[in-house]
């Protein structure tokens, strides 16, 4: 066989925030995305106490999915997704976090936007938390290191669930919810859990609350599980997580045990989500740090009743360290270890670092620890595309997605992965969750927008929308 399963989900990935702008519009709330201005290459986004009057915040408009949803539909027909994996916007749905009741306008949103994907042969996959906690609950409850945020949670999502509970059969609870895990940038766990530390807190404090909120998150995750299969048994319902690959820069056994302690950063919040336990080598770490967690043995109950179905993961790019005398980044995780760029793998405009072998890597990696069903939910290329006669020759990002695939590929047939699907992120320009830009686009679609956020919003065709195409058509013969 030289294609991949039968029932393979080809599909393209975005988020709400993202596309669909439309940002106080019909009853919705400020989401926390929408406090984040606009940052750049290697400038970052500044997080506002509110919306301020005369701020740029490019999430507002983004690149009205909200109002011209069915027409960019009809490009992701023409392109043949099977799926389209986004995400619902919790204001839309409760503006402030903790209303009693829904807003009905966001969800008849919802309802039209599914019903269009469906009418077109293309399968909604829905992420619950994608970077768009309500403002409120930052403001009234100081995010996910409060419990409280628990059965916010878990209300909106049952909500939803319940709607759309014909409609929707793939859902992910938080996205990338490992983002956070060591404390160090403040866009990951303001985005990840609504939470902005004070200059002066020291690193041991934020990894006690970012822990504390990661077990909030896990532990409400599990209750929408739980909740999820009650409401239709068929649901199949993920997680998602970031994986960055680790890989020792040196034979030296340092590096090797410098890589494994960086890489259970990430493994704590799939080890929970899929095995429902809170792993032996984190508990040894609070306890050597003295760290008080709040959890309790129903909550460690619950853990273990609302495991996931299957693992939805990013893949982008992979990681090096080391231990040896080398100049780089400190990490805290290991005596002397840094980071390191990786000698043997090229770079993007930003620095990410581009490792297609990384993606097999990763696919056995998670196939071994869970067997479980795996997702890829987001790869892709972020790159400075330039248009000429309205044409977009993006052969540098066609090369990324055929060499990445080209390595799922062997998973599959070679090492036996098994693997639902996959969405390329971005598969329409979008705004930059890390930079707020435009002009680092990901998609095969463009959107004419730039960074200070003028343009017609037109779409156009790149070079990839006729390849990505013709991959789908053969489902993944002709890689």
């Given at each position: 066989m030289n294609t991949f399963p039968e029932n393979f989900l080809w599909g393209g990935a975005v988020a709400a925030h993202q596309v669909e702008g439309g940002w106080n519009v019909e009853g919705k709330g400020v989401s926390i995305a929408d406090v984040m201005t606009a940052g750049g290459n290697g400038i970052s986004r500044e997080i506002t106490d509110g919306v301020i009057e005369n701020r740029y915040y490019p999430n507002h408009e983004a690149i009205d999915f909200y109002h011209l949803y069915k027409e960019d539909i009809q490009l992701f027909k023409e392109l043949g997704l099977k799926v389209l994996r986004t995400s619902i916007n919790w204001t839309r749905i409760f503006p402030n976090g903790d209303d009693?009741?829904?807003?009905?306008?966001?969800?008849k949103f919802y309802d039209d936007l599914f019903d269009e994907l469906r009418a077109n042969g293309i399968e909604p996959v829905i992420t619950l938390s994608h970077f768009e906690i309500p403002f409120h609950l930052y403001k009234a409850y100081g995010g996910f290191k409060n419990k409280q945020l628990i059965p916010f949670f878990t209300r909106y999502a049952e909500?939803?669930?319940?709607r759309y509970k014909n409609k929707v059969k793939y859902w992910m609870t938080f996205n990338e919810i490992n983002n956070q895990a060591d404390g160090q940038h403040d866009l990951h766990t303001w985005t990840n859990s609504a939470i902005?530390?004070?200059?002066?807190?020291?690193q041991a404090n934020k990894e006690e609350i970012i822990y504390q909120a990661a077990i909030n998150e896990l532990i409400a995750s599990a209750q929408v599980v739980k909740l999820g299969h009650k409401i239709n048994p068929k649901f199949q319902i993920g997680c998602m997580v970031a994986y960055v690959p680790v890989y020792p820069y040196s034979s030296k056994p340092e590096d090797q045990m410098a890589a494994q302690k960086v890489m259970n950063r990430r493994f704590f919040y799939s080890d929970v989500h899929a095995r429902g336990e809170i792993p032996q080598y984190v508990l040894k770490e609070w306890d050597r740090k003295n760290y008080s967690i709040d959890i309790s043995d129903e909550e460690k109950k619950i853990l273990k009743e609302g495991t996931v179905d299957y693992i939805g993961?990013?893949?982008?790019?992979?990681?090096?360290?080391?231990?040896l005398d080398e100049k780089g980044e400190m990490i805290n995780d290991f005596p002397k270890a840094k980071w390191l760029s990786n000698p043997h793998v090229k770079a993007s405009d930003w620095g990410w670092q581009i490792d297609p072998v990384g993606m097999r890597y990763t696919l056995n990696i998670l196939d071994q620890r869970y067997q479980l069903p795996l997702f890829i939910v987001e790869n892709g290329f972020g790159a400075y595309d330039k248009v000429e006669n309205d044409?977009?020759?993006?052969?540098?990002?066609?090369?990324?997605i055929h060499a990445h695939i080209a390595e799922m590929k062997k998973a599959v047939l070679e090492d036996g992965v098994n693997l639902l699907g996959y969405t390329p992120w971005g598969i329409i320009d979008i705004v930059s969750f890390g930079s707020g830009e435009m002009e680092k686009r990901y998609g095969m679609i463009y959107v004419d927008k730039n960074n200070d956020g003028k343009g017609t919003l037109k779409r156009l065709k790149k070079d990839s929308f006729k390849w990505y195409q013709g991959i789908i058509a053969s489902n993944g013969a002709d890689i």
């Open positions: 009693k009741e829904p807003n009905e306008k966001g969800l909500t939803v669930m319940t902005l530390f004070d200059q002066n807190e020291t993961f990013s893949y982008y790019m992979s990681g090096t360290v080391t231990t044409e977009i020759h993006d052969q540098y990002r066609i090369d990324y």
